[in-house]
């Protein structure tokens, strides 16, 4: 299974307790009351003027003056369904497209990529995100808006918070675009008008939504300077493009507004996870225990135990947080995160009653309907697994299922599968290319799914731009395999003893290091990895498990 990260998360979530884990962790930092607001700089109206709030005025200041602009094609873009008609002042209009239209520009955009390599490829994927945006950006005139400021910011908090809370996702920004509509100088609301990009991007696998979410956050930042909302949002933003060094900067600098931000607390755990910096993820973890404790910062909580080895903590702490989560959205994520928990552990039984439950909250749960597959999968239901994901797929085609389904079609061997799992990886790279184009770093993924079944040599230059930026155990196997399948496997066994070592229990990890020991001539490493791999999880991928058991036979057959 691919990194889990935080991408399905849910926004904001509830306080399962009166407490947090203190009863795991020892923490003793109170939680915040209620009625905890932004520890503001200064006292009454000042200003923050800090370098970094001043950069946040001239960009803002920018985004106000392309208003105009964005606004007009906007409202021409969205005549045909009734947006910007008669208003006075040009509204916010929004477009959206089906799943299936997007899937399928997607494959026709992979069609041609594989016809037409390099410089052409970048292009296309430029003009298909321009293409599926088109009319899409939300962003409003400020000219009549002067006596709506600050004073409306608790009504859009709380509008955005009911937006991003579940339900109907398109619905609620419809309404934020409403709001902005008559109150176009409102920070809060256009803050909030971000942070429901970001979900609708991260849950619709559309990262066309991204630059919208940019623009929204500097129209907040423009109208108020260094505003905590704004901020914790670009680190939410930052972390789904991947930037996670700017996710930290920016949650440092909401948090610095407002200590008790759950966003910016989620964002920074985030952050520092995927940095590789686990210490201090881990004592993150406890500080965002102690003054937000809730169903967004246990499941991170959870996670930062997870890669230290300790999988008895992290399933308490999920299902602690499962049992006081009441919205579908938290229970469809903490039921899926424990799937996955019990999936890594090989565990399949458990996995698919878990995943069961978070359906039953959410049917179109996208994580769990992918995590279902491969339980289906792992436990001999290949048939079920294949129609799961293909229904995935076809909502949002991710690397991670695409290159599952693809395996599942490569290890069924039936008339036409090689053609089938041949699309699905073209599809990956048609992915990885679309979601640059919405500023999303794609290396890992476009890494991954190289090594295995693309261009090894692309595979490495990706895995080790990765590397540059950050060196997370994810990262580290990448960078082993990438090497080990372009044949530097005495480089790739360092960084395959690095992914290994936090204590870490997955599967795909032990058999990347197996196979690079049995390639370096350390048999009985080999065969203790392999086996640790296959007695784990045995069915942590269709090829990559048959090729561990393969390898383990021939170590065996050569003592």
Not at 189 to 194: D, P, S
Not at 408 to 430: M, N
Not at 441 to 454: E, F, Y
Not at 462 to 473: F, I, L, N
């Amino acid at each position: 299974m691919p990194p889990r990260t935080n991408d399905h998360a849910p926004e904001s979530g509830r306080d399962p307790g009166p407490t947090g884990l203190t009863g795991l962790t020892g923490a003793t930092e109170p939680t915040a009351p209620p009625d905890a607001g932004p520890a503001r700089p200064g006292t009454g109206g000042e200003s923050d003027t800090s370098p970094e709030n001043q950069a946040d005025t001239e960009a803002g200041a920018k985004a106000e003056a392309d208003t105009e602009a964005w606004a007009e094609a906007d409202t021409r873009a969205g005549a045909d369904t009734g947006a910007g008609a008669d208003t006075g002042a040009a509204e916010p209009a929004v477009r959206t497209f089906s799943p299936g239209v997007r899937v399928a520009a997607l494959r026709r955009f992979s069609a041609v990529a594989r016809r037409s390599r390099g410089a052409h490829l970048t292009v296309c994927a430029a003009l298909l995100a321009v293409a599926m945006t088109a009319g899409a950006v939300a962003v409003g005139s400020g000219r009549d808006g002067a006596r709506a400021g600050a004073d409306a910011a608790p009504a859009a908090g709380t509008l955005a918070a009911c937006v991003l809370a579940g339900g109907d996702l398109d619905a609620g920004i419809r309404a934020l675009q409403s709001h902005l509509r008559s109150q176009p100088r409102d920070f809060a609301g256009w803050a909030g008008l971000g942070l429901a990009y970001v979900e609708q991007a991260r849950t619709k696998g559309d990262p066309s939504r991204y630059p919208q979410a940019d623009r929204a956050f500097d129209r907040s930042l423009g109208l108020e300077p260094g505003n905590e909302p704004a901020l914790a949002g670009r680190a939410a933003l930052a972390a789904a493009r991947h930037d996670f060094s700017g996710a930290l900067e920016y949650a440092d600098r909401a948090l610095r507004q407002n200590p008790y931000s759950e966003r910016a607390l989620s964002s920074r755990i985030d952050a520092l996870v995927e940095l590789g910096r686990y210490d201090e993820a881990s004592d993150a973890a406890d500080t965002a225990d102690s003054r937000r404790p809730g169903v967004p910062v246990f499941t991170r909580y959870a996670y930062v135990r997870e890669l230290r080895g300790d999988v008895r903590t992290a399933r308490e702490v999920l299902e602690r947080a499962l049992n006081g989560a009441s919205a579908p959205t938290d229970v469809a994520y903490v039921a899926t995160a424990l799937g996955q928990l019990a999936w890594n552990q090989g565990d399949y039984e458990t996995a698919l009653t878990h995943f069961a439950r978070a359906l039953a909250a959410d049917e179109e749960y996208l994580p769990a309907l992918e995590g279902r597959a491969r339980a289906q999968a792992a436990s001999g239901d290949r048939a079920g697994a294949i129609g799961t994901l293909e229904r995935v797929v076809a909502r949002s085609p991710l690397p991670g299922p695409l290159v599952a389904l693809g395996e599942l079609y490569e290890a069924r061997g039936a008339d036409g599968d090689r053609t089938k799992a041949a699309d699905q990886y073209a599809l990956v790279d048609a992915q990885a290319s679309l979601a640059r184009a919405g500023g999303v770093n794609a290396d890992l993924d476009t890494a991954l799914a190289a090594a295995d079944h693309g261009d090894p040599e692309a595979a490495l230059r990706a895995a080790r731009a990765e590397w540059a930026r950050r060196h997370s155990v994810h990262t580290a196997d990448a960078l082993a395999w990438a090497l080990h399948r372009s044949g530097r496997s005495e480089e790739a066994l360092p960084y395959a003893l690095r992914a290994t070592a936090t204590g870490y229990r997955n599967a795909a990890f032990l058999h990347h290091r197996g196979m690079i020991e049995r390639a370096t001539g350390h048999d009985a490493d080999a065969r203790r990895s392999l086996t640790a791999a296959l007695e784990l999880n045995p069915g942590f991928s269709p090829l990559g498990a048959r090729a561990a058991r393969a390898a383990l036979e021939d170590l065996e057959a050569a003592r």
